[in-house]
Protein backbone atom coordinates (compact mmCIF):
# COMPACT_ATOMS: atom_id res chain seq x y z
CA UNK A 1 0.00 0.00 0.00
CA UNK A 2 2.99 2.54 0.47
CA UNK A 3 4.38 1.94 -2.52
CA UNK A 4 1.43 2.20 -4.41
CA UNK A 5 1.01 5.64 -2.66
CA UNK A 6 4.31 6.56 -3.14
CA UNK A 7 4.52 5.19 -7.09
CA UNK A 8 1.03 8.06 -6.68
CA UNK A 9 2.93 11.03 -5.69
CA UNK A 10 6.18 10.62 -8.14
CA UNK A 11 3.91 11.86 -10.99
CA UNK A 12 1.97 14.92 -8.78
CA UNK A 13 5.34 16.06 -7.45
CA UNK A 14 7.27 16.05 -11.35
CA UNK A 15 3.87 17.75 -12.39
CA UNK A 16 3.80 19.92 -9.74
CA UNK A 17 8.08 21.30 -10.27
CA UNK A 18 7.09 21.83 -13.56
CA UNK A 19 4.82 24.08 -12.45
CA UNK A 20 6.85 25.33 -10.36
CA UNK A 21 9.60 26.14 -12.52
CA UNK A 22 7.77 27.50 -15.34
CA UNK A 23 5.86 30.02 -13.15
CA UNK A 24 9.45 30.82 -11.11
CA UNK A 25 10.66 31.11 -14.63
CA UNK A 26 8.59 34.48 -15.86
CA UNK A 27 8.69 35.53 -12.07
CA UNK A 28 12.73 35.23 -12.22
CA UNK A 29 12.37 37.54 -15.33
CA UNK A 30 10.05 40.45 -13.77
CA UNK A 31 12.25 40.22 -10.47
CA UNK A 32 15.48 40.88 -12.52
CA UNK A 33 13.38 43.94 -14.57
CA UNK A 34 12.70 45.39 -11.42
CA UNK A 35 15.76 45.00 -9.68
CA UNK A 36 17.49 46.88 -12.66
CA UNK A 37 14.77 49.49 -12.19
CA UNK A 38 14.53 50.23 -8.49
CA UNK A 39 19.04 49.85 -8.25
CA UNK A 40 18.73 52.66 -10.22
CA UNK A 41 15.70 54.45 -8.89
CA UNK A 42 17.72 54.15 -5.36
CA UNK A 43 20.86 55.73 -7.08
CA UNK A 44 18.92 58.87 -7.60
CA UNK A 45 17.26 59.15 -4.65
CA UNK A 46 20.41 58.90 -2.00
CA UNK A 47 22.34 61.37 -4.71
CA UNK A 48 19.62 63.65 -5.77
CA UNK A 49 17.83 62.86 -9.06
CA UNK A 50 20.33 62.09 -11.61
CA UNK A 51 23.24 64.47 -10.79
CA UNK A 52 25.33 61.62 -10.39
CA UNK A 53 24.51 58.63 -12.40
CA UNK A 54 25.59 59.13 -15.70
CA UNK A 55 29.21 60.01 -14.15
CA UNK A 56 29.50 56.59 -12.38
CA UNK A 57 27.77 54.48 -15.24
CA UNK A 58 30.57 56.19 -17.32
CA UNK A 59 33.55 55.13 -14.36
CA UNK A 60 31.61 51.89 -14.39
CA UNK A 61 31.36 51.21 -17.76
CA UNK A 62 35.69 51.24 -18.51
CA UNK A 63 36.03 48.79 -15.96
CA UNK A 64 33.07 46.36 -15.76
CA UNK A 65 29.78 46.39 -17.18
CA UNK A 66 27.13 45.12 -14.46
CA UNK A 67 24.07 44.62 -17.08
CA UNK A 68 26.65 42.11 -18.57
CA UNK A 69 27.67 40.47 -15.89
CA UNK A 70 24.08 39.72 -14.67
CA UNK A 71 22.93 38.53 -18.00
CA UNK A 72 25.47 36.00 -18.66
CA UNK A 73 24.64 32.70 -18.28
CA UNK A 74 27.97 31.49 -16.60
CA UNK A 75 28.39 34.59 -14.15
CA UNK A 76 28.04 34.07 -10.04
CA UNK A 77 26.06 37.45 -10.38
CA UNK A 78 23.04 35.92 -12.71
CA UNK A 79 22.92 32.65 -10.89
CA UNK A 80 22.49 34.84 -7.43
CA UNK A 81 20.25 36.86 -9.05
CA UNK A 82 18.05 33.91 -10.10
CA UNK A 83 18.45 31.94 -7.06
CA UNK A 84 17.46 35.34 -4.85
CA UNK A 85 13.79 35.98 -6.91
CA UNK A 86 13.11 32.06 -7.21
CA UNK A 87 13.70 32.59 -2.76
CA UNK A 88 11.64 35.42 -2.97
CA UNK A 89 8.93 33.25 -4.40
CA UNK A 90 8.73 30.87 -1.41
CA UNK A 91 9.27 33.54 1.09
CA UNK A 92 5.87 34.58 0.30
CA UNK A 93 4.44 31.03 -0.25
CA UNK A 94 5.45 29.84 3.09
CA UNK A 95 4.64 33.14 4.64
CA UNK A 96 0.63 32.47 3.42
CA UNK A 97 1.41 29.13 4.60
CA UNK A 98 2.40 30.24 8.15
CA UNK A 99 6.20 28.67 7.92
CA UNK A 100 7.32 32.06 8.82
CA UNK A 101 10.84 29.72 10.35
CA UNK A 102 11.30 28.76 7.00
CA UNK A 103 10.27 32.37 5.67
CA UNK A 104 12.75 33.91 7.76
CA UNK A 105 16.05 31.66 6.92
CA UNK A 106 15.26 32.45 3.21
CA UNK A 107 14.63 36.28 3.75
CA UNK A 108 17.89 36.20 5.29
CA UNK A 109 19.71 35.02 3.14
CA UNK A 110 17.86 37.23 0.24
CA UNK A 111 19.44 40.09 2.36
CA UNK A 112 22.87 38.59 2.14
CA UNK A 113 22.17 38.09 -1.44
CA UNK A 114 21.19 41.54 -2.49
CA UNK A 115 24.36 43.46 -0.23
CA UNK A 116 26.82 41.25 -2.69
CA UNK A 117 24.80 42.23 -5.90
CA UNK A 118 24.66 45.86 -4.63
CA UNK A 119 28.31 45.71 -3.81
CA UNK A 120 29.43 44.55 -6.87
CA UNK A 121 27.49 46.84 -9.14
CA UNK A 122 28.23 50.04 -6.83
CA UNK A 123 32.65 48.95 -6.64
CA UNK A 124 32.42 47.31 -10.46
CA UNK A 125 33.67 44.78 -9.65
CA UNK A 126 32.55 41.20 -10.33
CA UNK A 127 30.87 38.78 -7.88
CA UNK A 128 33.88 36.13 -6.73
CA UNK A 129 33.49 32.54 -5.98
CA UNK A 130 34.20 32.69 -2.96
CA UNK A 131 31.67 35.27 -2.11
CA UNK A 132 29.11 33.43 -4.47
CA UNK A 133 28.96 29.67 -3.29
CA UNK A 134 28.21 29.52 0.46
CA UNK A 135 25.19 32.09 -0.28
CA UNK A 136 24.54 29.69 -3.60
CA UNK A 137 24.57 26.46 -1.33
CA UNK A 138 22.71 27.69 1.73
CA UNK A 139 20.26 29.42 -1.04
CA UNK A 140 19.77 26.04 -2.75
CA UNK A 141 19.47 24.02 0.26
CA UNK A 142 16.36 26.07 1.74
CA UNK A 143 15.09 26.56 -1.91
CA UNK A 144 15.00 22.28 -1.68
CA UNK A 145 13.44 22.52 1.74
CA UNK A 146 10.63 24.65 0.54
CA UNK A 147 9.75 22.53 -2.44
CA UNK A 148 10.25 19.56 -0.23
CA UNK A 149 7.07 20.80 1.86
CA UNK A 150 4.63 19.89 -1.26
CA UNK A 151 2.34 23.07 -1.32
CA UNK A 152 -1.26 23.05 -2.92
CA UNK A 153 -0.56 23.25 -6.82
CA UNK A 154 -3.00 25.44 -7.40
CA UNK A 155 -2.30 27.67 -4.38
CA UNK A 156 0.92 28.10 -5.44
CA UNK A 157 -0.08 29.20 -8.99
CA UNK A 158 -2.64 31.39 -8.11
CA UNK A 159 -0.51 33.28 -5.40
CA UNK A 160 2.47 33.53 -8.19
CA UNK A 161 0.74 34.85 -10.48
CA UNK A 162 -1.04 37.83 -8.42
CA UNK A 163 2.83 38.63 -6.76
CA UNK A 164 4.03 38.57 -10.45
CA UNK A 165 1.87 41.30 -11.93
CA UNK A 166 2.35 43.23 -8.69
CA UNK A 167 5.93 42.83 -9.71
CA UNK A 168 5.70 44.62 -13.15
CA UNK A 169 3.02 47.33 -11.32
CA UNK A 170 6.06 48.10 -9.24
CA UNK A 171 8.25 47.95 -12.19
CA UNK A 172 6.20 50.67 -14.14
CA UNK A 173 5.71 52.90 -11.34
CA UNK A 174 9.82 52.95 -10.59
CA UNK A 175 10.20 53.85 -13.98
CA UNK A 176 7.74 56.72 -14.23
CA UNK A 177 9.07 57.91 -11.05
CA UNK A 178 12.52 57.85 -12.17
CA UNK A 179 11.62 59.59 -15.32
CA UNK A 180 9.75 62.49 -13.40
CA UNK A 181 12.97 63.17 -11.41
CA UNK A 182 15.20 62.86 -14.67
CA UNK A 183 12.75 65.77 -15.62
CA UNK A 184 12.39 67.91 -12.91
CA UNK A 185 16.24 67.75 -12.59
CA UNK A 186 16.52 69.19 -16.37
CA UNK A 187 14.25 71.60 -16.10
CA UNK A 188 16.03 73.50 -12.90
CA UNK A 189 18.12 76.32 -13.21
CA UNK A 190 21.74 75.91 -11.96
CA UNK A 191 22.64 77.99 -9.30
CA UNK A 192 25.64 79.33 -10.98
CA UNK A 193 23.38 80.69 -14.04
CA UNK A 194 20.89 82.59 -12.28
CA UNK A 195 24.27 84.12 -10.55
CA UNK A 196 25.23 84.65 -13.49
CA UNK A 197 22.52 86.60 -14.63
CA UNK A 198 22.00 88.42 -11.94
CA UNK A 199 25.47 89.91 -12.03
CA UNK A 200 24.84 90.88 -15.92
CA UNK A 201 21.74 92.16 -15.49
CA UNK A 202 23.56 94.59 -12.44
CA UNK A 203 26.24 95.59 -15.34
CA UNK A 204 23.83 95.87 -17.93
CA UNK A 205 21.99 98.75 -15.59
CA UNK A 206 25.09 100.47 -13.77
CA UNK A 207 27.20 100.33 -17.01
CA UNK A 208 25.62 103.01 -20.40
CA UNK A 209 28.71 102.06 -22.39
CA UNK A 210 26.96 98.73 -23.03
CA UNK A 211 23.93 100.77 -23.43
CA UNK A 212 25.44 102.68 -26.18
CA UNK A 213 27.08 99.38 -27.53
CA UNK A 214 23.36 97.85 -27.76
CA UNK A 215 22.28 101.21 -29.60
CA UNK A 216 24.86 101.46 -32.04
CA UNK A 217 24.39 97.57 -32.73
CA UNK A 218 20.69 97.81 -33.77
CA UNK A 219 21.74 100.36 -36.71
CA UNK A 220 24.42 98.65 -38.43
CA UNK A 221 24.29 98.21 -41.94
CA UNK A 222 25.87 94.66 -41.19
CA UNK A 223 22.53 93.30 -40.17
CA UNK A 224 20.72 93.10 -43.21
CA UNK A 225 23.95 92.83 -45.82
CA UNK A 226 23.06 89.59 -47.68
CA UNK A 227 26.86 89.01 -48.65
CA UNK A 228 27.62 88.26 -45.04
CA UNK A 229 26.50 85.05 -43.44
CA UNK A 230 23.67 85.68 -40.76
CA UNK A 231 23.24 83.14 -37.70
CA UNK A 232 19.79 83.08 -35.87
CA UNK A 233 19.52 82.20 -32.16
CA UNK A 234 16.79 81.80 -30.04
CA UNK A 235 16.87 81.17 -26.08
CA UNK A 236 16.84 82.40 -22.61
CA UNK A 237 19.91 80.83 -21.68
CA UNK A 238 22.28 83.63 -21.88
CA UNK A 239 25.95 80.79 -21.02
CA UNK A 240 24.23 78.47 -24.13
CA UNK A 241 23.92 81.08 -26.34
CA UNK A 242 27.82 82.13 -25.77
CA UNK A 243 28.68 78.50 -26.01
CA UNK A 244 27.11 78.60 -30.02
CA UNK A 245 28.39 81.92 -30.29
CA UNK A 246 31.99 81.58 -29.25
CA UNK A 247 32.17 78.09 -31.17
CA UNK A 248 30.91 79.38 -34.30
CA UNK A 249 33.42 81.97 -34.44
CA UNK A 250 36.36 80.68 -33.55
CA UNK A 251 35.61 77.41 -35.94
CA UNK A 252 35.26 80.25 -39.07
CA UNK A 253 37.44 81.15 -41.60
CA UNK A 254 36.25 84.40 -41.45
CA UNK A 255 34.94 85.27 -38.35
CA UNK A 256 34.27 89.18 -39.10
CA UNK A 257 32.08 87.43 -42.32
CA UNK A 258 29.51 85.80 -39.26
CA UNK A 259 26.30 88.21 -38.30
CA UNK A 260 24.53 86.45 -34.91
CA UNK A 261 21.25 87.62 -34.58
CA UNK A 262 19.90 86.75 -30.97
CA UNK A 263 16.30 87.14 -29.67
CA UNK A 264 15.48 86.27 -26.05
CA UNK A 265 12.48 87.24 -23.70
CA UNK A 266 11.91 90.34 -21.72
CA UNK A 267 13.98 88.88 -17.94
CA UNK A 268 17.11 87.70 -19.93
CA UNK A 269 17.30 90.92 -22.42
CA UNK A 270 19.31 93.39 -20.22
CA UNK A 271 21.96 90.09 -19.38
CA UNK A 272 21.84 89.05 -22.79
CA UNK A 273 22.97 92.52 -24.05
CA UNK A 274 25.07 92.70 -21.66
CA UNK A 275 27.39 89.56 -22.14
CA UNK A 276 27.49 89.93 -25.85
CA UNK A 277 28.68 93.43 -25.61
CA UNK A 278 31.41 92.96 -23.03
CA UNK A 279 32.71 90.21 -24.78
CA UNK A 280 34.57 90.01 -27.68
CA UNK A 281 33.91 87.65 -31.09
CA UNK A 282 36.92 88.07 -33.46
CA UNK A 283 34.64 91.06 -34.85
CA UNK A 284 31.60 89.26 -35.73
CA UNK A 285 28.71 91.57 -35.74
CA UNK A 286 25.76 90.68 -32.89
CA UNK A 287 22.51 91.85 -32.40
CA UNK A 288 20.28 91.10 -29.54
CA UNK A 289 16.25 91.65 -29.54
CA UNK A 290 13.34 91.40 -26.95
CA UNK A 291 10.79 88.72 -28.26
CA UNK A 292 8.30 91.33 -25.96
CA UNK A 293 9.05 93.58 -28.53
CA UNK A 294 7.23 92.04 -31.89
CA UNK A 295 4.24 93.25 -31.15
CA UNK A 296 3.23 91.74 -34.88
CA UNK A 297 2.91 88.23 -32.75
CA UNK A 298 -0.21 88.07 -31.10
CA UNK A 299 -3.47 86.46 -30.97
CA UNK A 300 -4.95 88.06 -33.92
CA UNK A 301 -2.57 86.56 -36.24
CA UNK A 302 -0.62 83.80 -34.71
CA UNK A 303 -2.26 80.79 -33.79
CA UNK A 304 0.29 79.62 -31.32
CA UNK A 305 -0.17 82.32 -29.51
CA UNK A 306 -3.38 81.74 -28.94
CA UNK A 307 -2.84 78.09 -28.08
CA UNK A 308 -0.37 78.71 -25.40
CA UNK A 309 -2.02 81.47 -23.01
CA UNK A 310 -5.27 78.89 -22.92
CA UNK A 311 -5.94 77.66 -19.74
CA UNK A 312 -6.09 74.22 -21.16
CA UNK A 313 -2.04 74.31 -22.45
CA UNK A 314 -0.87 75.80 -18.46
CA UNK A 315 -2.88 73.01 -17.02
CA UNK A 316 -1.20 70.05 -19.38
CA UNK A 317 2.59 71.42 -18.36
CA UNK A 318 2.46 72.63 -14.85
CA UNK A 319 -0.24 70.48 -13.81
CA UNK A 320 0.03 67.07 -11.70
CA UNK A 321 2.31 64.61 -13.86
CA UNK A 322 -0.42 62.09 -16.12
CA UNK A 323 1.15 59.02 -16.16
CA UNK A 324 2.58 56.90 -18.50
CA UNK A 325 0.61 58.07 -21.21
CA UNK A 326 2.10 61.56 -21.45
CA UNK A 327 5.59 61.80 -23.22
CA UNK A 328 7.49 62.88 -19.90
CA UNK A 329 9.97 65.51 -22.43
CA UNK A 330 6.38 67.10 -23.33
CA UNK A 331 5.89 68.17 -19.88
CA UNK A 332 9.18 70.33 -20.31
CA UNK A 333 7.79 73.99 -19.58
CA UNK A 334 10.17 74.64 -22.32
CA UNK A 335 7.35 74.44 -24.98
CA UNK A 336 5.48 76.90 -23.38
CA UNK A 337 7.80 79.34 -24.03
CA UNK A 338 7.00 81.51 -27.78
CA UNK A 339 10.68 81.57 -28.17
CA UNK A 340 10.89 77.60 -29.26
CA UNK A 341 8.23 78.82 -32.06
CA UNK A 342 9.89 81.94 -33.31
CA UNK A 343 11.48 79.52 -35.65
CA UNK A 344 8.51 79.50 -37.83
CA UNK A 345 8.36 83.28 -38.65
CA UNK A 346 11.89 84.08 -39.49
CA UNK A 347 11.08 85.47 -42.24
CA UNK A 348 9.61 88.21 -40.64
CA UNK A 349 11.45 88.81 -38.03
CA UNK A 350 14.40 89.75 -40.78
CA UNK A 351 12.48 90.57 -43.87
CA UNK A 352 15.73 91.91 -45.76
CA UNK A 353 17.26 88.41 -45.48
CA UNK A 354 17.58 85.97 -48.52
CA UNK A 355 19.71 82.91 -46.74
CA UNK A 356 19.89 82.21 -42.68
CA UNK A 357 21.53 79.36 -40.64
CA UNK A 358 19.54 78.54 -37.57
CA UNK A 359 20.91 77.33 -34.25
CA UNK A 360 19.41 75.62 -31.36
CA UNK A 361 21.15 77.11 -28.04
CA UNK A 362 22.27 73.18 -26.97
CA UNK A 363 24.29 72.58 -30.02
CA UNK A 364 28.44 73.48 -30.53
CA UNK A 365 29.77 74.22 -33.98
CA UNK A 366 32.82 71.89 -34.36
CA UNK A 367 33.48 73.50 -38.03
CA UNK A 368 33.44 76.34 -40.31
CA UNK A 369 30.11 76.42 -41.48
CA UNK A 370 30.57 78.89 -44.16
CA UNK A 371 29.70 76.22 -46.97
CA UNK A 372 26.58 75.79 -45.90
CA UNK A 373 25.48 79.19 -47.24
CA UNK A 374 26.71 78.15 -51.09
CA UNK A 375 24.65 74.44 -51.05
CA UNK A 376 22.30 74.26 -53.59
CA UNK A 377 19.07 73.62 -52.19
CA UNK A 378 17.13 72.71 -55.09
CA UNK A 379 14.65 75.27 -54.91
CA UNK A 380 13.57 74.07 -51.57
CA UNK A 381 13.34 76.19 -48.59
CA UNK A 382 14.79 74.10 -45.63
CA UNK A 383 18.56 72.04 -45.20
CA UNK A 384 18.08 69.41 -42.62
CA UNK A 385 20.18 66.05 -41.81
CA UNK A 386 17.51 63.07 -42.05
CA UNK A 387 17.00 61.12 -38.89
CA UNK A 388 15.43 57.76 -40.37
CA UNK A 389 17.98 55.64 -40.31
CA UNK A 390 16.28 54.13 -37.36
CA UNK A 391 12.47 53.17 -38.66
CA UNK A 392 11.35 55.00 -35.33
CA UNK A 393 12.07 58.47 -36.89
CA UNK A 394 9.51 58.38 -39.78
CA UNK A 395 6.79 60.43 -39.93
CA UNK A 396 3.83 57.82 -38.03
CA UNK A 397 6.24 58.26 -34.85
CA UNK A 398 5.32 61.99 -34.37
CA UNK A 399 2.19 62.66 -36.08
CA UNK A 400 -1.62 60.82 -35.94
CA UNK A 401 -2.08 58.73 -38.99
CA UNK A 402 -5.24 57.44 -37.43
CA UNK A 403 -6.75 60.99 -38.33
CA UNK A 404 -7.95 61.23 -41.90
CA UNK A 405 -6.23 65.18 -42.08
CA UNK A 406 -2.74 63.50 -41.89
CA UNK A 407 -3.31 59.90 -43.70
CA UNK A 408 -4.50 61.39 -46.60
CA UNK A 409 -2.07 64.06 -47.40
CA UNK A 410 1.11 62.69 -46.01
CA UNK A 411 3.32 59.38 -46.22
CA UNK A 412 3.63 57.65 -43.03
CA UNK A 413 7.48 56.13 -44.33
CA UNK A 414 8.37 59.70 -45.23
CA UNK A 415 11.90 60.49 -43.30
CA UNK A 416 11.80 62.97 -40.68
CA UNK A 417 15.10 65.07 -40.58
CA UNK A 418 15.95 67.12 -37.72
CA UNK A 419 15.66 70.68 -35.78
CA UNK A 420 18.90 72.43 -34.17
CA UNK A 421 20.71 73.27 -37.32
CA UNK A 422 18.70 74.36 -40.42
CA UNK A 423 19.56 75.97 -43.76
CA UNK A 424 16.49 78.17 -44.40
CA UNK A 425 15.87 79.92 -47.76
CA UNK A 426 14.23 82.59 -47.00
CA UNK A 427 13.26 83.77 -50.66
CA UNK A 428 12.06 80.35 -51.44
CA UNK A 429 10.39 80.44 -47.44
CA UNK A 430 8.48 83.65 -48.92
CA UNK A 431 7.54 81.98 -52.27
CA UNK A 432 5.58 78.72 -50.67
CA UNK A 433 4.08 80.88 -47.54
CA UNK A 434 5.52 78.51 -45.21
CA UNK A 435 4.43 80.31 -42.30
CA UNK A 436 0.92 80.32 -43.53
CA UNK A 437 1.26 76.10 -43.93
CA UNK A 438 2.62 76.60 -40.35
CA UNK A 439 -0.74 78.41 -39.16
CA UNK A 440 -2.92 76.11 -41.11
CA UNK A 441 -1.98 73.24 -39.32
CA UNK A 442 -1.76 75.00 -35.78
CA UNK A 443 -5.46 75.98 -36.08
CA UNK A 444 -6.31 71.98 -37.12
CA UNK A 445 -4.43 70.43 -34.17
CA UNK A 446 -6.45 73.14 -31.57
CA UNK A 447 -7.79 70.24 -29.90
CA UNK A 448 -4.46 68.07 -29.53
CA UNK A 449 -5.21 65.09 -32.02
CA UNK A 450 -2.80 65.44 -34.83
CA UNK A 451 0.37 65.45 -32.71
CA UNK A 452 1.11 66.33 -29.39
CA UNK A 453 3.41 68.80 -27.98
CA UNK A 454 6.84 70.40 -29.30
CA UNK A 455 7.80 72.72 -32.82
CA UNK A 456 9.15 69.29 -35.32
CA UNK A 457 5.52 67.43 -36.21
CA UNK A 458 4.09 71.04 -36.89
CA UNK A 459 7.58 71.48 -38.88
CA UNK A 460 7.46 68.56 -40.60
CA UNK A 461 3.90 69.11 -42.15
CA UNK A 462 4.81 73.12 -42.76
CA UNK A 463 8.17 71.67 -44.71
CA UNK A 464 6.82 69.05 -46.36
CA UNK A 465 8.05 68.49 -49.67
CA UNK A 466 10.01 71.61 -49.19
CA UNK A 467 13.37 69.82 -47.46
CA UNK A 468 16.83 69.34 -48.84
CA UNK A 469 18.64 66.36 -47.15
CA UNK A 470 22.12 67.53 -45.93
CA UNK A 471 24.99 65.07 -45.18
CA UNK A 472 24.93 63.46 -41.93
CA UNK A 473 28.38 65.07 -40.83
CA UNK A 474 26.88 68.56 -40.84
CA UNK A 475 24.33 67.56 -37.62
CA UNK A 476 25.45 65.11 -34.98
CA UNK A 477 22.67 64.47 -32.27
CA UNK A 478 21.81 62.86 -29.14
CA UNK A 479 24.32 64.05 -26.90
CA UNK A 480 22.06 64.57 -24.33
CA UNK A 481 20.52 61.14 -23.90
CA UNK A 482 23.01 58.74 -25.91
CA UNK A 483 25.75 57.29 -24.56
CA UNK A 484 27.26 55.43 -27.03
CA UNK A 485 27.67 57.93 -30.00
CA UNK A 486 30.91 56.62 -31.88
CA UNK A 487 33.86 59.14 -31.34
CA UNK A 488 34.66 59.15 -34.48
CA UNK A 489 31.16 60.35 -35.62
CA UNK A 490 31.06 63.36 -33.26
CA UNK A 491 34.84 64.56 -34.39
CA UNK A 492 33.65 64.26 -38.21
CA UNK A 493 30.93 66.79 -37.32
CA UNK A 494 30.38 70.16 -37.55
CA UNK A 495 27.84 70.56 -35.55
CA UNK A 496 26.76 68.25 -32.44
CA UNK A 497 23.37 68.83 -30.90
CA UNK A 498 22.84 68.14 -26.93
CA UNK A 499 19.10 67.65 -27.50
CA UNK A 500 17.95 65.76 -24.83
CA UNK A 501 17.48 66.47 -20.86
CA UNK A 502 21.21 66.12 -20.16
CA UNK A 503 22.12 69.31 -20.94
CA UNK A 504 25.87 70.41 -20.62
CA UNK A 505 25.22 73.07 -18.03
CA UNK A 506 23.85 70.68 -15.56
CA UNK A 507 25.04 68.28 -13.62
CA UNK A 508 23.53 65.23 -14.92
CA UNK A 509 25.55 66.26 -18.46
CA UNK A 510 26.97 62.95 -19.94
CA UNK A 511 30.58 62.90 -18.51
CA UNK A 512 32.53 62.07 -21.63
CA UNK A 513 30.92 64.72 -23.81
CA UNK A 514 30.14 67.52 -21.53
CA UNK A 515 34.56 68.99 -22.79
CA UNK A 516 33.23 69.45 -26.01
CA UNK A 517 31.08 72.22 -24.59
CA UNK A 518 33.08 73.57 -21.59
CA UNK A 519 35.95 74.17 -23.53
CA UNK A 520 34.03 77.21 -25.62
CA UNK A 521 32.94 78.64 -22.44
CA UNK A 522 34.89 81.30 -21.03
CA UNK A 523 36.35 79.92 -18.45
CA UNK A 524 37.94 83.29 -17.89
CA UNK A 525 35.36 85.30 -17.38
CA UNK A 526 35.49 87.26 -13.53
CA UNK A 527 31.73 86.45 -13.39
CA UNK A 528 31.94 83.37 -14.29
CA UNK A 529 34.67 82.53 -11.95
CA UNK A 530 32.29 84.28 -8.78
CA UNK A 531 29.46 82.49 -9.86
CA UNK A 532 31.28 79.07 -9.75
CA UNK A 533 32.68 79.12 -6.03
CA UNK A 534 29.88 80.52 -4.83
Known amino acids: MRRRAAEFRRPVRRRFSHWIWLLLGAFSLAGLVLFFVQYNHSEDRVHHPLLERNAKVEHFAKRYNFTEEILSATSFSRQLAEQMVLAKAYVIIAKEHNNLHLAWELSSKIRSCQLLLSKAAMTGEPVTMEEAEP ?149 ATLEVQNIEKFHWLNESYSPIVKQLRIPESRAFYFGPYQGANVEPKLQNPKFLSLLNHLRFYIPEIYPLLEKVVFLDDDVVV ?153 KYKNQSHPHLQDCAAG
Open 135 to 283: IIKSLSSLIFKAQDVHYDIATTIATMKSHIQALEERANTATIQSTVFAQISAEALPKSLHCLNVKLMADWLKMPSLQKLSHESRISPRLTDNNLNHFCIFSDNVLATSVVVNSTVMNADHPKQLVFHIVTDGINYGAMQAWFFSNDFKG
Open 366 to 518: QKDLTPLFSLDLHGNVNGAVETCLEAFHRYYKYLNFSNSIISSKFDPQACGWALGMNVFDLVAWRKANVTARYHYWQEQNADGTLWKLGTLPPALLSFYGLTEPLDRRWHVLGLGYDLNIDNRLIESAAVIHFNGNMKPWLKLAIGRYKPLWH
